[in-house]
């Protein structure tokens, strides 16, 4: 048990550790994000609320409406909707279970973005009504774009600083040999907890 | 008339890039939520509020937009915005809480812009 723990241990840690470590613990050195909606998540958090709201609220009138507009662009704007409720819901529970649908949401979320938007600028015809993701999000100044991409950076350094927390339990547990790595994550949190207190 | 019509939002407009420029300094400079953030977004409410009885006013004037459902859709949220924005950035310990602060004076900005799209009774 020991040793398939020590070994991913040092392994993963030099790595990991060194770059969201010294990155992460100058900002927030008080109060490090314990979960995906604390920190930069709840500005993220945030931001897909946002477009979870207006995305499925427009798509919802426009199909009550006059669903026979433009049929293709209401379709995909509800599809963007249930997407971006699902980031939502998941960035905010962030558990191992939810940020793993939360990458998923996030990858749909871009490939939508880009499969429609190509599709809106290669066949302007089918959308006679603009979606969310329409010209990969010009009328929402591109926000649909460039948000799937820091939703994956996040959960990816989340996940990240998860893994590297795991190895400090397992190493506090564990020989020294194991928490010379623990060591190493320590000190940017001590001198977070120095300089504050 | 008109000109109290369309100087209202235009203020809200005006305090929203302000609120969210002060904001985004305050992330800048790893400040936290503060009592003169909030009262700067209470100020953005108590000004959405305004704009909301107006348009609410010419809904009971008689006049009606094409978009009657998407109007009330955003009746209903612009008021809510500042307030969950000022919720949920409280909750944050850190430099985050004044940037979700930011996004809703961007939010409330845009909304006029879009008031006015949906509407153009409403001046912006």
Redo the contacts between chains.
């Keep these: 048990m020991s040793e398939p723990a020590a070994s991913p241990g040092p392994a993963a840690s030099p790595g990991p550790a060194a770059s969201p470590g010294p990155a992460a613990s100058p900002?927030?050195a008080?109060?490090q994000?314990d979960s995906t909606r604390?920190?930069?998540?709840?500005?993220l958090?945030?931001?897909y609320?946002?477009f979870a709201?207006s995305a499925s609220?427009?798509a919802g009138?426009q199909i009550?409406?006059k669903f026979g507009h433009a049929p293709v662009a209401y379709v995909l704007s509800a599809f963007a909707g249930v997407v971006y409720i699902l980031a939502t819901v998941t960035l905010t529970l962030g558990s191992p279970t939810a940020r793993r649908i939360a990458v998923l949401s996030c990858s749909v979320e871009l490939a939508g973005v880009l499969a429609v938007g190509t599709w809106s600028l290669a066949d302007p015809a089918s959308f006679p009504d603009a979606t969310v993701w329409s010209g990969y999000g010009s009328g929402y100044g591109f926000v649909p774009l460039v948000l799937p991409v820091f939703g994956l950076l996040w959960l990816r350094r989340w996940s990240r600083r998860a893994r590297t927390r795991g190895t400090i339990v397992v190493s506090a547990e564990d020989t020294g040999e194991a928490a010379g790595g623990g060591i190493a994550h320590g000190e940017g949190g001590d001198h977070g907890m120095v300089s504050t207190g | 008339m008109s000109s109290v019509n369309g100087a209202v939002p235009t203020t809200i407009i005006v305090a929203g890039l302000a609120l969210a420029g002060y904001a985004l300094l305050m992330t800048a400079l790893n400040r936290r939520m503060n009592v003169p953030l909030l009262a700067a977004v209470g100020v953005l409410e108590i000004l959405l509020l305004v704009e909301v009885g107006i348009i609410v006013a010419k809904l009971t004037g008689g006049q009606r937009p094409a978009a009657l459902a998407t109007l009330i859709g955003y009746l209903i949220a612009t008021p809510i915005v500042p307030v969950v924005a000022a919720f949920w950035g409280l909750m944050e310990r850190s430099r985050w809480g004044p940037a979700v602060i930011a996004v809703a004076g961007l939010v409330a900005a845009v909304l006029m812009v879009r008031l006015h799209q949906i509407w153009p009774v409403i001046h912006v």
Excluded: H, I
């Design positions: 900002e927030p008080a109060s994000p604390t920190g930069p998540g709840r500005l958090v945030a931001v609320g946002l709201l609220a427009r009138v009550a409406t």
